[in-house]
């Protein structure tokens, strides 16, 4: 009886250690999985010898044993399923082995449990089986032997692979284990072979095997180095806080650091909300969102209960190939430092900011005091037409009120108004306050300060529209104005303001030629000149302002004599100066215009003034911009300084200047340089191309620090009259694609797709040639030497005992969007087509990344099963990332192993 509750006892243990691991991540590892079905065989086992043990009728003792022989043959098969799991030694055929194993613990059940091989009688106060069919005893000694000796086998040929110590030791550890359950089975498995009665003592040692197992996974995490619980491992013991959630958004697993940083010990939490501040609705929001977001990184920040710290918490979802959640793992970051940063900042950036709103506040206060200095000294030129400009500033200003403009667009057109007579400054006074009639050419003469003005102001962008205001204000709406002629809403919105200001202004005062006139006089006026010489809304809308009497058109604004001459002799002078240096036109001058246009390091155009030149030509004629990028610049620049960089600049502009003949060359940035040929020929760009590549390729070879750099170029055709914004927007897609694909070549932008594919086959050729010949056989630039050799090496180990053709497929992912993808989506693409080919791979094919848009895939299998496979691939690919601008393209070739 003691035997059989001991049994029973054992067996509950086993099973409570069962429920444990079904309890940790069940469903997502497999060696948890059949760690739980061997503690629940376990309790079988047990379960069944303590009933037989205790059953009086013979019949019922029967069924028990039954029921103890179904758990002992389901846990060493089990056992022998978990070993061959997390040892990784049988590679080929694995399943039919695990298949053959399966299939013989079931014969053996059913023959060995039959009435007829059974025989029970008592010995003192339990129950004890005989073993009286030759056959079945027979069978069932063979099994149990070919299974001692499948596992001892299995077991030398682990510890004969495994090199480190530790692992040595724990194939040790299992022969010890097995061999404690051999040990313990002498008594009711094999003594009732030979006609003896049973001991029930098996079962204590297949609890004792398994909760060795089950320590020596949790105490010394055992089965990390074979199994793939090495990243549980690392996060249980990382110093960073680390929460993986369930399928369902329970908490699975908080690590030790966790459980420290957020106040956990010794409390149960399975939710968000029992660590953080967040509601339950707002949890499930989030793992809504987390789950449905097609990015596998999302970041959210949040409080922490246990000390109120702000914490940024990083979510990584992790997916199965359905596209399910398996689980979501998140990493907790403390802000609380970096939150102190960002609050010290805060407050010198608001004491930066009213330093500058006040020096913001001065400067304006500056400028409209220069403004209305320049205005009256011009006005106090015609002392009949003093207080014009501040004056019709304010009319101005007035009727853009209400016409809906806001503050700054009204404060911008007072100042326009303000200066809108500033061409006068070239109109001699004798002209100006001239009494009498005026002749033709003095007429001219006075019409000319519009053009005058125009040129003083038009270089000037501290105020936008500043010159039209004095260019247009004398253009008619009905076309016969001056000096351009403009008409109707081909004039400027705020020439057309001025115009009635300056119009109701002129008739308001006295004139040298007359006195003022009359209000219903200048409104009646103002009405014969709707669409004649004013706009007929805007002048309508100052009629109406007129009428409301809104427009005084007595008050000025005063500044002091004094000051007003300094300030106004300073500004006019330098607008004067500005504008007179523009139309200069000596050799000198021209000299020193032309080097400010020079980059000083490569003497080629800067990038504002060659973009300015080649919008110019393109809109003449047809031709082709190149977009020109220096391959490994920064490198150079770190390796041998930054004098080695300039000299591969200026040796690619001399190259360049060499190559322009009529065309532009400029340096568009560190690295990259604008390159127009007004030429239209593939053939010829092309050899004009190809030319500039051989040379920098000779040039480069002579100079040791330079050899590591490259060209890459991207090309793109225009035809007269395209917009220059759209042809270097399609030359830099096809730099990327180049670059994407492989350096120290070019391409047009219409050819991109067709030369990723060309690309993609010159570089499985040139894998080939290292695989089937050697190394360095291999000529060319369009990867590293040291790049094709890594992956030539990853091949070769991978087929060493394969004897057949290996099959190589070069998988290239192609955008055939007209946005180009950014580096984040382009990697987002590629782990898209990692988890497609990860999906699809067996025992026979491998894969391993290539470049930036291309993945290798290798078979070891025929080319149909190969090329099936591939299809597979291309399908799941599409379903995971759902994007029609992608294209996925393959190129495939037989290699034969030397």
Not at 77 to 106: H, M, P, Q
Not at 602 to 615: A, D, K, L, N, W
Not at 807 to 813: D, F, G, Q, R
């Given at each position: 009886?003691?035997?059989?509750?001991?049994?029973?006892?054992a067996?509950?243990?086993?099973l409570?250690?069962?429920?444990?691991?079904?309890?940790?991540?069940?469903?997502?590892?497999?060696?948890?999985?059949?760690?739980?079905?061997?503690g629940?065989?376990?309790?079988?086992?047990?379960?069944?010898?303590?009933?037989?043990?205790?059953?009086?009728?013979?019949?019922a003792?029967?069924?028990?044993?039954?029921?103890?022989?179904?758990?002992?043959?389901?846990?060493?098969?089990?056992?022998?399923?978990?070993?061959?799991?997390?040892?990784?030694?049988?590679?080929?055929?694995?399943?039919?082995?695990?298949?053959?194993?399966?299939?013989?613990?079931?014969?053996?059940?059913?023959?060995f449990?039959?009435?007829?091989?059974q025989?029970?009688?008592?010995?003192?106060?339990?129950?004890?089986?005989?073993?009286?069919?030759?056959?079945?005893?027979?069978?069932?000694?063979?099994?149990?032997?070919?299974?001692?000796?499948?596992?001892?086998?299995?077991?030398?040929?682990?510890?004969?692979?495994?090199?480190?110590?530790?692992?040595?030791?724990?194939?040790?550890?299992?022969?010890?284990?097995?061999?404690?359950i051999?040990?313990?089975?002498?008594?009711?498995?094999?003594?009732?072979?030979?006609?003896?009665?049973?001991?029930?003592t098996?079962?204590?040692?297949?609890v004792?095997?398994?909760?060795?197992?089950?320590?020596?996974?949790?105490?010394?995490?055992?089965?990390?180095?074979?199994?793939?619980?090495?990243?549980?491992?690392?996060?249980?013991?990382?110093?960073?806080?680390v929460?993986?959630?369930?399928?369902?958004?329970?908490?699975a697993?908080?690590?030790?650091?966790?459980?420290?940083?957020?106040?956990?010990?010794?409390?149960?939490?399975?939710?968000?909300?029992?660590?953080?501040?967040?509601?339950?609705e707002?949890?499930?929001?989030?793992?809504?969102?987390?789950?449905?977001?097609?990015?596998?990184k999302?970041?959210?920040?949040l409080?922490?209960?246990h000390?109120?710290?702000?914490?940024?918490?990083n979510?990584?979802?992790?997916?199965?190939?359905?596209?399910?959640?398996?689980?979501?793992?998140?990493?907790?970051?403390?802000?609380?430092d970096?939150?102190?940063?960002?609050?010290?900042?805060?407050?010198?950036?608001?004491?930066?900011?009213?330093?500058?709103?006040?020096?913001?506040?001065?400067?304006?206060?500056?400028?409209?005091?220069?403004?209305?200095?320049?205005?009256?000294?011009?006005?106090?030129?015609?002392?009949?037409?003093?207080?014009h400009?501040v004056?019709?500033?304010?009319?101005?200003?007035?009727l853009?009120?209400?016409?809906?403009?806001?503050?700054?667009?009204?404060?911008?057109?007072?100042?326009?108004a303000?200066?809108?007579d500033?061409?006068?400054?070239?109109?001699?006074?004798?002209?100006?306050?001239?009494?009498?009639?005026?002749?033709?050419?003095?007429?001219?003469?006075?019409?000319?300060?519009?053009?005058?003005?125009?040129?003083?102001?038009?270089?000037?962008?501290?105020?936008?529209?500043?010159s039209?205001?004095?260019?247009?204000?004398?253009?008619?709406?009905?076309?016969?104005?001056?000096?351009?002629?403009?008409?109707?809403?081909?004039?400027?919105?705020?020439?057309?303001?001025?115009?009635?200001?300056?119009?109701?202004?002129?008739m308001?005062?006295?004139?040298?030629?007359?006195?003022?006139?009359?209000?219903?006089?200048?409104?009646?006026?103002l009405?014969?000149?709707?669409?004649?010489?004013?706009?007929?809304?805007?002048?309508?809308?100052?009629?109406?302002?007129?009428?409301?009497g809104?427009?005084?058109?007595?008050?000025?604004?005063?500044?002091?004599?004094?000051?007003?001459?300094e300030?106004?002799g300073?500004?006019?002078?330098?607008?004067?100066?500005?504008?007179?240096?523009?139309?200069?036109?000596?050799?000198?001058?021209?000299?020193?215009?032309?080097?400010?246009?020079?980059?000083?390091?490569?003497?080629?155009y800067?990038?504002?003034?060659?973009?300015?030149?080649?919008?110019?030509?393109?809109?003449?004629s047809?031709?082709?911009?190149?977009?020109?990028?220096?391959?490994?610049?920064?490198?150079?620049?770190?390796?041998?300084?930054?004098?080695?960089?300039?000299?591969?600049?200026?040796?690619?502009?001399?190259?360049l200047l060499?190559?322009?003949?009529?065309?532009i060359?400029?340096?568009?940035g560190?690295?990259?340089?604008?390159?127009?040929?007004?030429?239209?020929?593939?053939?010829?760009?092309?050899?004009?191309?190809?030319?500039?590549?051989?040379?920098?390729?000779?040039?480069?070879?002579?100079?040791?620090?330079?050899?590591?750099?490259?060209?890459?170029?991207?090309?793109?055709?225009?035809?007269?009259?395209?917009?220059?914004?759209?042809?270097?927007?399609?030359?830099?897609?096809?730099?990327?694609?180049?670059?994407?694909?492989?350096?120290?070549?070019?391409?047009?932008?219409?050819?991109?797709?067709?030369?990723?594919?060309?690309?993609?086959?010159?570089?499985?050729?040139r894998?080939?040639?290292?695989?089937?010949?050697?190394?360095?056989?291999?000529?060319?630039?369009?990867?590293e030497?040291?790049?094709l050799?890594?992956?030539?090496?990853?091949?070769?180990?991978?087929?060493?005992?394969?004897?057949?053709?290996?099959?190589?497929?070069?998988?290239?992912?192609?955008h055939?969007?007209?946005?180009e993808?950014?580096?984040?989506?382009?990697?987002?693409l590629?782990?898209?087509?990692?988890v497609?080919?990860?999906?699809?791979?067996?025992?026979?094919?491998?894969?391993?990344?290539?470049?930036?848009?291309?993945?290798?895939?290798?078979?070891?299998?025929?080319?149909?099963?190969?090329?099936?496979?591939?299809?597979?691939?291309?399908?799941?690919?599409?379903?995971?990332?759902?994007?029609?601008?992608?294209d996925?393209?393959?190129?495939?070739?037989?290699c034969?192993?030397?």
């Amino acid at each position: 009886m003691i035997i059989n509750v001991g049994l029973f006892i054992a067996g509950a243990v086993a099973l409570t250690k069962s429920v444990l691991y079904m309890d940790r991540d069940w469903r997502l590892n497999s060696r948890n999985r059949l760690l739980s079905f061997m503690g629940a065989w376990a309790f079988v086992w047990c379960a069944g010898y303590a009933l037989m043990g205790m059953e009086e009728s013979f019949s019922a003792a029967f069924y028990m044993r039954n029921v103890g022989l179904l758990g002992v043959i389901a846990f060493m098969t089990t056992e022998f399923w978990f070993l061959t799991y997390v040892s990784g030694t049988i590679k080929k055929g694995k399943k039919l082995i695990l298949a053959v194993i399966s299939v013989a613990s079931v014969v053996d059940y059913i023959l060995f449990s039959r009435g007829g091989a059974q025989e029970f009688t008592r010995v003192g106060d339990r129950t004890c089986y005989y073993a009286n069919e030759s056959f079945a005893r027979n069978v069932h000694s063979i099994y149990l032997l070919i299974l001692i000796v499948v596992i001892s086998w299995m077991g030398y040929l682990w510890y004969k692979r495994v090199e480190l110590k530790r692992e040595k030791r724990l194939v040790l550890n299992i022969f010890v284990v097995n061999f404690c359950i051999v040990v313990a089975a002498i008594p009711d498995t094999f003594i009732p072979l030979m006609g003896k009665p049973s001991l029930p003592t098996s079962g204590f040692g297949g609890v004792l095997a398994y909760l060795v197992i089950c320590y020596m996974e949790e105490k010394y995490n055992a089965f990390s180095i074979s199994a793939s619980n090495l990243s549980q491992y690392i996060y249980r013991y990382v110093t960073v806080p680390v929460l993986v959630f369930s399928h369902d958004d329970t908490i699975a697993f908080v690590n030790d650091y966790g459980t420290q940083f957020l106040g956990l010990e010794g409390k149960e939490v399975k939710r968000l909300d029992q660590i953080f501040e967040i509601t339950g609705e707002e949890s499930n929001r989030l793992f809504y969102e987390i789950k449905a977001h097609e990015e596998v990184k999302q970041e959210y920040k949040l409080k922490s209960l246990h000390d109120q710290k702000r914490c940024r918490l990083n979510f990584t979802c992790i997916r199965d190939s359905y596209g399910e959640t398996y689980c979501i793992i998140c990493f907790v970051n403390d802000m609380s430092d970096e939150i102190k940063k960002v609050e010290a900042l805060k407050l010198v950036r608001n004491e930066l900011q009213r330093e500058v709103d006040e020096k913001t506040r001065q400067a304006e206060w500056a400028i409209f005091q220069a403004i209305a200095t320049v205005a009256n000294a011009i006005d106090a030129k015609d002392e009949y037409t003093k207080g014009h400009s501040v004056r019709v500033a304010e009319y101005s200003a007035e009727l853009a009120r209400a016409i809906g403009w806001n503050d700054t667009q009204i404060e911008n057109l007072h100042s326009i108004a303000l200066l809108h007579d500033i061409g006068k400054i070239g109109v001699p006074d004798s002209v100006l306050n001239k009494p009498e009639r005026l002749t033709e050419m003095e007429v001219e003469l006075i019409k000319s300060h519009t053009t005058i003005g125009g040129e003083i102001l038009k270089d000037i962008t501290l105020i936008d529209h500043l010159s039209d205001g004095a260019m247009y204000h004398h253009e008619r709406f009905d076309g016969n104005g001056y000096p351009k002629r403009l008409k109707g809403e081909e004039i400027p919105i705020e020439a057309r303001i001025i115009c009635i200001a300056d119009a109701y202004d002129a008739m308001n005062t006295d004139r040298v030629y007359r006195n003022k006139l009359p209000l219903d006089v200048i409104q009646e006026q103002l009405r014969a000149g709707k669409e004649v010489q004013f706009d007929p809304e805007l002048v309508d809308i100052f009629l109406m302002l007129l009428s409301a009497g809104k427009l005084s058109g007595d008050e000025a604004v005063e500044v002091d004599e004094h000051h007003a001459s300094e300030r106004t002799g300073r500004l006019l002078q330098s607008l004067i100066h500005k504008n007179m240096q523009k139309h200069k036109e000596s050799d000198g001058q021209d000299a020193v215009k032309d080097l400010g246009e020079r980059d000083y390091l490569t003497g080629v155009y800067e990038r504002q003034i060659g973009e300015g030149y080649t919008e110019a030509i393109m809109q003449e004629s047809a031709g082709c911009l190149a977009v020109i990028d220096i391959d490994n610049l920064r490198r150079v620049n770190s390796t041998y300084g930054h004098l080695a960089g300039d000299s591969a600049l200026k040796l690619l502009s001399q190259i360049l200047l060499e190559h322009k003949q009529d065309g532009i060359v400029a340096r568009y940035g560190g690295d990259e340089f604008l390159f127009y040929m007004k030429m239209q020929n593939q053939e010829e760009i092309q050899k004009v191309l190809e030319e500039i590549l051989y040379s920098y390729k000779c040039q480069r070879d002579a100079q040791p620090s330079l050899k590591r750099t490259s060209l890459s170029v991207g090309l793109c055709r225009n035809r007269k009259g395209d917009s220059y914004e759209q042809i270097y927007q399609n030359a830099s897609k096809a730099l990327y694609n180049v670059k994407q694909t492989g350096k120290s070549r070019y391409g047009f932008y219409q050819d991109t797709k067709r030369a990723a594919a060309n690309y993609a086959s010159i570089d499985l050729r040139r894998l080939v040639e290292v695989l089937e010949h050697d190394n360095q056989a291999v000529a060319g630039e369009n990867m590293e030497q040291q790049e094709l050799k890594r992956i030539a090496s990853y091949i070769t180990k991978y087929s060493r005992n394969y004897t057949g053709t290996v099959k190589i497929a070069m998988i290239t992912i192609c955008h055939n969007g007209t946005e180009e993808k950014s580096l984040e989506q382009q990697e987002y693409l590629m782990r898209c087509m990692h988890v497609a080919i990860m999906n699809n791979l067996g025992d026979t094919k491998a894969a391993t990344r290539f470049s930036s848009v291309q993945y290798l895939a290798i078979f070891l299998c025929e080319e149909q099963q190969a090329v099936e496979t591939v299809n597979q691939i291309f399908k799941r690919f599409y379903r995971i990332c759902n994007d029609r601008d992608i294209d996925v393209s393959y190129e495939m070739k037989e290699c034969k192993m030397r």
